[in-house]
């Protein structure tokens, strides 16, 4: 395969980790994460991020439908291929105890 960097720029990504928060809504009240409150535990945890000043270091980041829509509000976190299922305003302060906070 030839590589098409000619129309691209790559680099590599310049933060420890990331986290995807699935926020997907659906229509018509169907199963969602954000029915769940995946807006919610996004927005969290931007703002613990915020606080702890560690933009730099961690993204959190809006993703759309990850396909486990019954087991939401899913989260992905990389580099450390987790997948948290099932979180609720409840996992907030252990997600951000595991995930962010170990940054600073
Ligand atoms: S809506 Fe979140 S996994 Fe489908």
């Known amino acids: 395969m030839k590589a098409c960097y000619q129309i691209m720029q790559i680099k590599e990504q310049p933060y420890k980790r ?3 928060v699935c926020c997907n809504q659906r229509e018509n009240n169907r199963e969602c994460c954000n029915n769940s409150g995946g807006n919610i ?3 969290s945890l931007k703002r613990i991020v915020k606080e702890q000043n560690l933009k730099d270091k961690i993204r959190i980041c809006k993703s759309g439908c990850m396909g486990e829509c019954d087991l939401g509000v899913n989260l992905m976190v990389f580099p450390d ?3 948290i299922k099932d979180a609720d305003e409840s996992a907030i302060d252990e997600i951000a105890a595991t995930y962010i906070l170990p940054l600073r």
């Open 18 to 20: 990331i986290i995807f």
């Open 41 to 43: 535990i996004r927005d």
């Open 81 to 83: 291929n987790i997948w």
